[in-house]
């Protein structure tokens, strides 16, 4: 189509602002290289090109330099150097996170999640808020809006989402995971991809086999176009067409742009230090092209100088204006790790009379298929969740057939989309409830829990708080072997920005599965597959009366669940433990008959922990056993150890001492090996007996 001036000009007057932004970096390096940025030097074409034609309603994912991209939906050279200093006035981060990495939740422009620094792990997110449209699109009106009436949203069902790449990225195998399931589902989303042949020092012919849009076309379902992202006609035409598809069509794109790199990678890895193409590059710039496509359509010399005679000037002013701007204050630290969560009292009824007796896997059950009658936003996916399993442990058994396939569904084997995809969906105003099938299978969804999930809220400056639960089944039990027994919170209790949770007993179980829902922050709820049938020997603790519906139990409140008196004459024991533990720690207490002098508390969750009833436990009983299943070195339980010999050293009369699982690199398959790694109630005896006479 023809391109009017008025469009044509907003495109220059932005390539030229970026421009000029650029080229004032570089005669100020000295001041704004403090910390790390890039710039979309060679990139402003294609980005400018999209980047009017988004609506408030979209989402974007822009990358580290889509700095043109930013200044075409609306933000100002000022916006952009706050954070390229650093300042507190960073509309993004408040001095977080580096320049170019917005976080952007504005009524008139598109919304922007946080993510990391993008390389590559973003596509999981935005494919989130794709996968987020496509549900909400499977909704009633009426559903939709009772998930609007308690989520301020601007989605309409016409909204896309915009997940823009370097091309290096696109060898990470979380985009293939991305690639995946918006083929998969058809979700409205368009992936950009910006093409300038390196990485940092690595050209594409060392690392790529083929390009982004050829490797895109192995996705059956994604449409994949490639075009010269420095031609402006063609870049906006294709992706206003593109665009106009999307949201008419709801099915995703790609969009490959080959453009040139005019500027160095970084400003901490300069182009001259490994740079053999440069003269090739610069005879790509996009400026001068699109300058003669102003002059070619009735804009005069004097009208183009004009425009970067003022872009220069009002850069120079920003920049001026934002060194003077504070940094953050030292307090400016602490806030935002966290959103207040309503639930902070304990409510409703644990016991109800009359109620049945239930195990520990169906209460987290209940308490979902209860969550999701009352929440349209509440929905439920993972490996074989669906319909026709229900869970390996049946820990979803009916709820595919009483909420519809769109709402409990399978996911493929993808951990890291299973775990990302929550950061965006949460983003869209829905509650996903997710779950990795083992504990042992968490690994590949790490990379996504720790840089995306975890720090969304903290580097968002609170305006992008993870809303999603994700249960992991864990622990050993009947000879699972090295791939389905594993312990490992200590890894996951290091993420910070998680709420963890590990209870013990079915009550526990549903109260702090609700608490989690209500929580506008990301919670990993372990749950231990030796409870939830209480099939184990001396497991019966953990089945329990159901309690009701409104049940809920906040975070961060252990329970003390064997209570003693302090005895002067004889010696006390605090035990602190959580999961399996606090079973061995009850067993171990009652066959020895020391119930009045050993006193067990139950953590319940793991972050944030119960402090204040741990030392005043221990304080009362002058003596401290930690019990975990983990193996002991270098763990949470280590930690704990630390900190309560830390803070009890003057009321314990012995070493805080911890019994957990042998430190081998695995949980053997045959019996015999697992019993003798993992702690029993046996062991526990054998520990509290040591300790009580030391």
């Keep these: 189509m023809k391109i009017s001036k008025e469009i044509l000009e907003f495109g220059y007057k932005n390539l030229t602002t970026a421009k000029a932004m650029a080229e004032l970096y570089e005669e100020n390096f000295k001041t ?366 009916t709820l595919a057939q009483k909420f519809g396939d769109n709402r409990v569904f399978n996911t493929p084997i993808q951990e890291a989309f299973i775990v990302g995809s929550t950061v965006g969906m949460s983003a869209a105003g829905l509650k996903p409830i997710v779950e990795v099938q083992f504990a042992d299978y968490i690994w590949p969804g790490l990379n996504q829990l720790f840089t995306e999930v975890s720090r969304s809220c903290y580097l968002s400056n609170g305006k992008w708080p993870v809303s999603m639960v994700l249960r992991v089944p864990i622990g050993a039990y009947g000879s699972g072997g090295p791939y389905h027994s594993s312990s490992m919170e200590s890894v996951v209790s290091n993420i910070r920005g998680l709420k963890i949770a590990y209870p013990s007993n079915g009550a526990d179980l549903k109260g702090l599965m609700k608490a989690a829902y209500y929580d506008p922050n990301p919670v990993v709820i372990f749950e231990h597959k030796g409870l939830y049938w209480s099939k184990v020997k001396g497991t019966k603790g953990a089945t329990s009366v159901e309690p009701s519906e409104d049940y809920v139990l906040p975070f961060g409140k252990a329970w003390v669940l064997q209570e003693i008196w302090k005895k002067e004459e004889e010696e006390t024991l605090s035990i602190i433990t959580y999961g399996m533990g606090v079973h061995w720690a009850m067993n171990a207490t009652e066959e020895l008959g020391l119930q009045d002098r050993v006193e067990v508390v139950d953590l319940r969750t793991l972050h944030p922990l119960d402090y204040e009833t741990v030392f005043t436990s221990v304080k009362k009983c002058g003596k401290c056993l930690v019990v975990t299943e983990e193996p002991s070195d270098n763990s949470f339980s280590r930690a704990l150890q630390g900190r309560i010999q830390e803070e009890c050293f003057k009321y314990i009369d012995a070493p805080v001492m911890v019994i957990g699982s042998e430190n081998m690199p695995a949980i053997p398959l045959n019996s015999v090996l697992e019993e003798t790694m993992i702690p029993s109630t046996e062991k526990v005896k054998v520990k509290i007996e040591e300790i009580l006479n030391y």
């Design 32 to 397: 704004v290289s403090k910390y790390v940025h890039a710039t979309s030097r060679g990139h402003e074409v294609i980005q400018t090109a999209l980047g009017m034609q988004l609506l408030p309603q979209d989402y974007a994912f822009p990358y580290y330099r889509d700095d043109a991209m930013l200044l075409s939906i609306g933000m100002k050279p000022y916006d952009l150097m706050l954070q390229l200093l650093a300042k507190k006035d960073d509309p993004f981060s408040g001095g977080r996170t580096y320049y170019s990495h917005p976080s952007l939740n504005d009524i008139d422009k598109p919304k922007i999640p946080h993510q990391s620094s993008a390389t590559g792990m973003q596509a999981i997110p935005a494919t989130g808020v794709a996968l987020g449209f496509h549900y909400r699109e499977s909704l009633t009106d009426e559903q939709r809006a009772a998930i609007d009436s308690s989520f301020d949203s601007s989605v309409t069902s016409d909204s896309v989402v915009v997940c823009s790449l370097g091309d290096a990225s696109v060898t990470e195998g979380e985009i293939a995971e991305a690639f995946q399931m918006a083929a998969l589902k058809q979700l409205p989303i368009l992936y950009l991809v910006q093409d300038n042949g390196w990485d940092i020092s690595a050209s594409a012919a060392e690392t790529r086999a083929q390009n982004a849009a050829e490797y895109a076309a192995g996705f059956h379902g994604i449409e994949a176009i490639s075009i010269d992202g420095t031609d402006f006609e063609e870049s906006y035409n294709t992706l206003n067409k593109v665009i106009e598809k999307i949201r008419t069509e709801r099915r995703p794109f790609l969009v490959h742009a080959k453009v040139p790199l005019l500027n160095h990678h970084t400003s901490g890895v300069r182009m001259e230090f490994y740079r053999d193409d440069l003269e090739e590059a610069r005879s790509r710039d996009p400026y001068p092209r699109m300058r003669q496509l102003l002059l070619d359509n009735g804009f005069s010399e004097q009208d183009v100088d004009d425009y970067d005679a003022f872009a220069k000037a009002e850069s120079k002013k920003a920049l001026d204006q934002a060194m003077k701007m504070p940094d953050p204050e030292p307090a400016d630290l602490y806030t935002n790790d966290f959103a207040p969560t309503p639930i902070t009292e304990e409510k409703g009824e644990r016991s109800p009379e009359g109620a049945d007796k239930v195990v520990m896997v169906d209460c987290a059950l209940f308490a979902i298929e209860e969550l999701m009658k009352k929440h349209p936003e509440c929905l439920l996916y993972g490996q074989d969740v669906g319909g026709r399993l229900g869970g390996v442990f049946r820990e979803a058994a």
